[in-house]
């Protein structure tokens, strides 16, 4: 360890999250020293990671953009390149990049309660050397998800095929679709982009499903926002659509809790327009689930059913008997053959970093403490993690996790505490386990679950996924003073 490799504050992760918390800590905690440690060569995290075909928000850039940065661009769904020149902008536009340490990969993180310090191991991928970095706060910004590789089933067969078989995280810059048959498997976001972007050069896509997800089409312009921009001041007119999309956003995921039946029909009545009565919805389009059970994969200007319409692109509902060397056998007996496979099988999801953390050199198993206000660790002092909303947009959670950390920062500096551990009360003992995040069934989610921590039944143990109820728990007017979180 050396005195330039201590700080006050260390962010680690330079995607939205972790520049967002920049942000907030040069302008609310102006006093204290901090760093990024991103582990990859370029800021982004997903936006730089996934370079596949058609890669975009699934969200409106007015509300997975800044608070404080407007995004100006038309398109309010966005594609993967213009959100990552849009990251790139806010780095420099408020002086962040120069405290970017690209390369620097967090593999351990250690506390102290003697030295109230976190010590990171820390290597950096350019030199090969290991570095030692130390703070007094950390936070944790890196994602969800195991930058290592997605996830893929054990398909029986594989290793049969002779044709090329690709993961969307692993998108090799060199492949050539043109031309080609291509069977797509998967039927969640990154499928139902991938399917119509690659169908565009490609003979023909076969998007290959177990199950159906529930897909709608949504212009990729939103006329609010061009109408305000037209008005009134930039950064006005983009707070009200900011506000309006939010606001939406919140209702819609409230009504499929409500009424799932009711947003069921209008979203399977939204598919029948695009793709008529002839076509066998009930299939290849309607889930098992109801609506926000899992996330809805939205496709823009409905260009997956152009491309199904136009003959480009079938849909294939069956489950997977095993692969053969000319592609995929069916359940059904029918061989679908492919010169290119595509695994849109998901994710790997990760608790922090997968960092290996200790307190006083004892292991930390997150799946053991408690969440406290859906952003720190029972007994895990001064850390605050980051974890989007699966219903709404990422940067509303990262925005509120960054400034509740920024008051508590100033609140230790005023009072002198080194430390800040959410402790269980006494009358917390006999609370319920409940799921970190309840009432969703995406797979990533399902076969990860036991690793996260615990939710209770009562604030502050709760990691509700409703970014008015997040808004309440952690505003300004309520005491960081709570009788949980223990300062010292």
């Known amino acids: ?14 995607g939205i999250s972790g520049i967002g918390s920049a942000y907030r800590l040069q302008k609310e905690c102006p006093d ?93 991928s350019e030199t090969g050397e290991m570095i030692e970095y130390t703070c007094n706060f950390l936070l944790m910004c890196s994602g969800y998800y195991s930058y290592k590789s997605g996830y893929t ?14 993961h969307p995280q692993e998108w090799p810059e060199d492949i050539d679709y043109d031309s080609k048959n291509v069977v797509v498997i998967g039927s969640g976001a990154t499928a139902v982009t991938l399917v119509p972007a690659m169908a565009e050069s490609a003979e023909h896509v076969v998007m290959l499903q177990r199950s159906p997800s529930y897909v709608v089409a949504r212009p990729d312009h939103d006329p609010f926002a061009g ?11 983009y707070y009200l659509t900011r506000k309006k999309n939010i606001f939406a956003q919140n209702y819609i995921y409230k009504m499929t809790r409500k009424d799932p039946e009711k947003i069921k029909e209008k979203l399977l009545s939204g598919v029948r327009m695009a793709l008529g009565s002839e076509y066998d919805i009930e299939r290849h389009f309607t889930p098992s689930y109801n609506p926000w059970d899992e996330r809805l994969c939205l496709v823009p200007n409905g260009d997956l059913f152009k491309s199904i319409r136009d003959g480009k692109v079938s849909v294939v509902t069956e489950s ?94 005023k009072t002198g505490a080194e430390r800040a551990t959410p402790r269980l009360r006494e009358s917390d ?32 143990w709760l990691n509700t996924q409703d970014f008015y109820e997040d808004k309440k728990m952690l505003s300004r007017n309520t005491s960081l003073e709570d009788g949980v979180m223990e300062f010292v």
């Open 32 to 124: 204290r020293s901090f760093v990024i440690l991103e582990g990859r060569p370029n800021l982004g995290g997903t936006w730089d990671l996934f370079r596949y075909p058609g890669i975009r928000s699934d969200s409106d850039m007015h509300t997975l953009g800044f608070s404080f940065k407007p995004w100006k661009a038309a398109k309010s769904i966005a594609d993967g390149p213009a959100i990552l020149e849009y990251l790139e902008e806010t780095v420099d536009e408020f002086g962040i990049k120069e405290k970017i340490k690209f390369n620097h990969h967090v593999s351990a993180a250690e506390w102290s309660n003697k030295k109230a310090r976190w010590v990171l191991k820390v290597s950096n």
């Open 320 to 413: 997977i008997e095993r692969f053969t060397q000319e592609g995929v056998l069916l359940k059904t007996g029918e061989e679908l053959k492919a010169d290119i496979i595509v695994t849109a099988t998901g994710l790997n999801l990760v608790t922090l970093g997968e960092v290996e953390f200790r307190v006083d050199g004892h292991p930390v198993d997150f799946s053991e403490t408690w969440i406290y206000k859906g952003l720190a660790y029972s007994d895990v002092p001064n850390l605050i993690s980051t974890f989007g909303y699966i219903n709404a947009s990422w940067t509303l959670r990262a925005d509120i996790n960054s400034s509740y950390a920024c008051r508590l920062l100033n609140h230790m500096k």
């Open 1 to 14: 360890m050396t005195e330039e490799n201590d700080f006050d504050v260390i962010v680690v992760g330079a």
């Open 429 to 460: 003992a006999d609370m319920p386990q409940r799921n970190w995040i309840e009432g969703f069934s995406s797979g990533y989610m399902k076969r990860s679950m036991s690793e996260m921590p615990k939710q209770g039944d009562r604030e502050p």
């Open 153 to 166: 089933p054990s398909f029986e067969g594989l290793e049969t095929y002779s044709g090329q078989i690709v």
């Open 227 to 237: 109408l305000l921009r037209k008005i009134m001041p930039e950064k006005i007119a």
